[in-house]
Each structure stands twice: as structure tokens, then as C-alpha cells.
């Protein structure tokens, strides 16, 4: 099981290194998420690298969970960009091998990514080697609705057929943080397991309550119970 307090020292240098941003502090208009929704907050762990120990931690306490909950898993394979130094960190701290998919640029759904594989020419869709009988797990940063990760995973699987392999299992998606909203209940209907470090509302905001302003806190609580009742400003 992942320590407590160890959860607790990355939640909250991820809100103090300002990877987690809210309208209050950092930006009134609030942002717009890659699934077209709107939010108060967003979280960019795509700057992890810049603060090596938060990566560290992170790279010790997901190799934790996925070795826990998902003991079968012998590759892991990191979603462009924000996904890659997780996965790293996860294999250094594990030693189970790590590949990472290339980014494909202005693909936002399966149908999407059909279209611009058919442009994309050889190019790999994932770097690094993968064998047959591995059993694999993607690897994000968070997860909102789930989307982008099924076409994350439809490119995994488009790039095992093109090199021959067929015997492989890619089930397991493991996140630092489920933004809770959805992802779960659509993982489970393509019988995906999602692993997550964090749930975000389940225990991450009580983790950083006491770093952020009264404001802040229930602004975010607010839209995470229930977001229908917040628009763009």
C-alpha cells in the first residue's frame, strides 16, 4: 500500500509548484480541458522534470501501486508528453522496461487518430521494444473522461499490429490523479482496469486543504461534486 504521508508530500508540492493552478490564484478565466470542458482548476504535470525529488516520489509511489495492483505487468508504456518521465521514473524505481508513444498532433478521438495514421507515413506510433506475452500498462498524469487514453491505447495497438505482435494484453492504465469525473465508470465499460495514485476527490483535496484559501478549496470541491453548475466566466 502507498504510504499516506507520502501521498500527502506530493499532493502538496504538486499544488505548491503551481502544477495545480485555480481561477482564485493563478487564473480568473479559468481554462479550457483537452475535452473541450470548462474548469476552475487545472493540473499540469507536464513540468514534473524541473522539480526532480516530486518526480522521484511519484516514480517510487506509482511503481508501488502498479506492482501491487497489477503484479502481471511487465511493460509500461508512457503517454506523450506529460506520461514519459512518469513512466521513467516507474521503471527506475521497478526495472520493469518502459516505451512511450509518439505524439500525434491534433488527435483528439479513435476516429481522429484512424485519419491521421493513414498521413503519418512509417513513423513509429511507440518508441521502444515490446515483446510478445507482455502484459502492458499506459501511463499518464491524470485522467478526466478517459477519451484521450483509449486513443492512446488504440495507437498502442495500431503499432503491435504493424510490427507482427499479436499475443499481448493492454488492460491496465495507471494515473497520478483521477480528476474523478467519469473515468472510472468508462474504463470499466471497455474492462479496463485504472490504477490512480490519487483520487482527487475522494482524498486529494483534503491533502492541500490547509495550503489553500477557504475560496480556493470550495470553489474547487464545489465544481467537482458538481460541475454543471459552473460556467465560463
Known amino acids: 500500500m502507498v504510504d499516506a504521508d507520502l501521498k500527502k508530500r506530493i499532493m502538496q508540492d504538486i499544488y505548491e509548484n ?22 476552475p482548476f487545472y493540473i499540469q504535470l507536464r513540468i514534473l522534470s524541473s522539480f526532480p525529488q516530486t518526480l522521484k516520489m511519484i516514480g517510487s509511489a506509482m511503481g508501488t501501486l502498479v506492482k501491487e495492483e497489477a503484479a502481471h505487468i511487465n511493460r509500461l508504456v508512457g503517454i506523450a508528453f506529460a506520461g514519459i518521465p512518469i513512466t521513467t521514473a516507474m521503471s527506475l524505481s521497478t526495472g520493469i522496461p518502459a516505451c512511450h508513444t ?23 506510433l511507440l ?23 483509449l486513443v492512446a491505447r488504440k495507437q ?9 505482435i499479436g499475443n499481448y494484453t493492454i488492460d491496465d492504465i495507471a494515473v497520478v490523479i483521477d480528476r474523478q469525473q467519469g473515468a472510472r465508470a468508462r474504463a470499466n465499460e471497455f474492462k479496463i482496469k485504472l490504477h490512480s495514485l490519487i483520487d482527487l476527490v475522494d482524498d486529494g483535496l483534503s491533502l492541500i486543504k490547509d495550503k489553500m484559501s477557504a475560496e480556493e478549496f470550495n470553489m474547487v470541491s464545489g465544481y467537482l461534486l458538481n460541475p454543471a453548475d459552473f460556467r465560463k466566466p
Open 18 to 39: 503551481r502544477m495545480l493552478l485555480t481561477a482564485v490564484r493563478d487564473r480568473p478565466e479559468g481554462w479550457t480541458l483537452h475535452s473541450g470542458q470548462w474548469s
Open 156 to 164: 498502442v495497438v495500431t503499432e503491435l499490429e504493424r510490427r507482427g
Open 102 to 124: 509518439r505524439k500525434v498532433e491534433g488527435v483528439r478521438t479513435e476516429d481522429e487518430l484512424r485519419d491521421a495514421i493513414g498521413k503519418y507515413g512509417q513513423h513509429s
Open 127 to 149: 518508441e521502444g521494444e515490446v515483446c510478445d506475452g507482455d502484459a502492458i500498462c499506459l501511463v499518464d498524469d491524470l485522467v478526466t473522461g478517459m477519451e484521450s487514453k
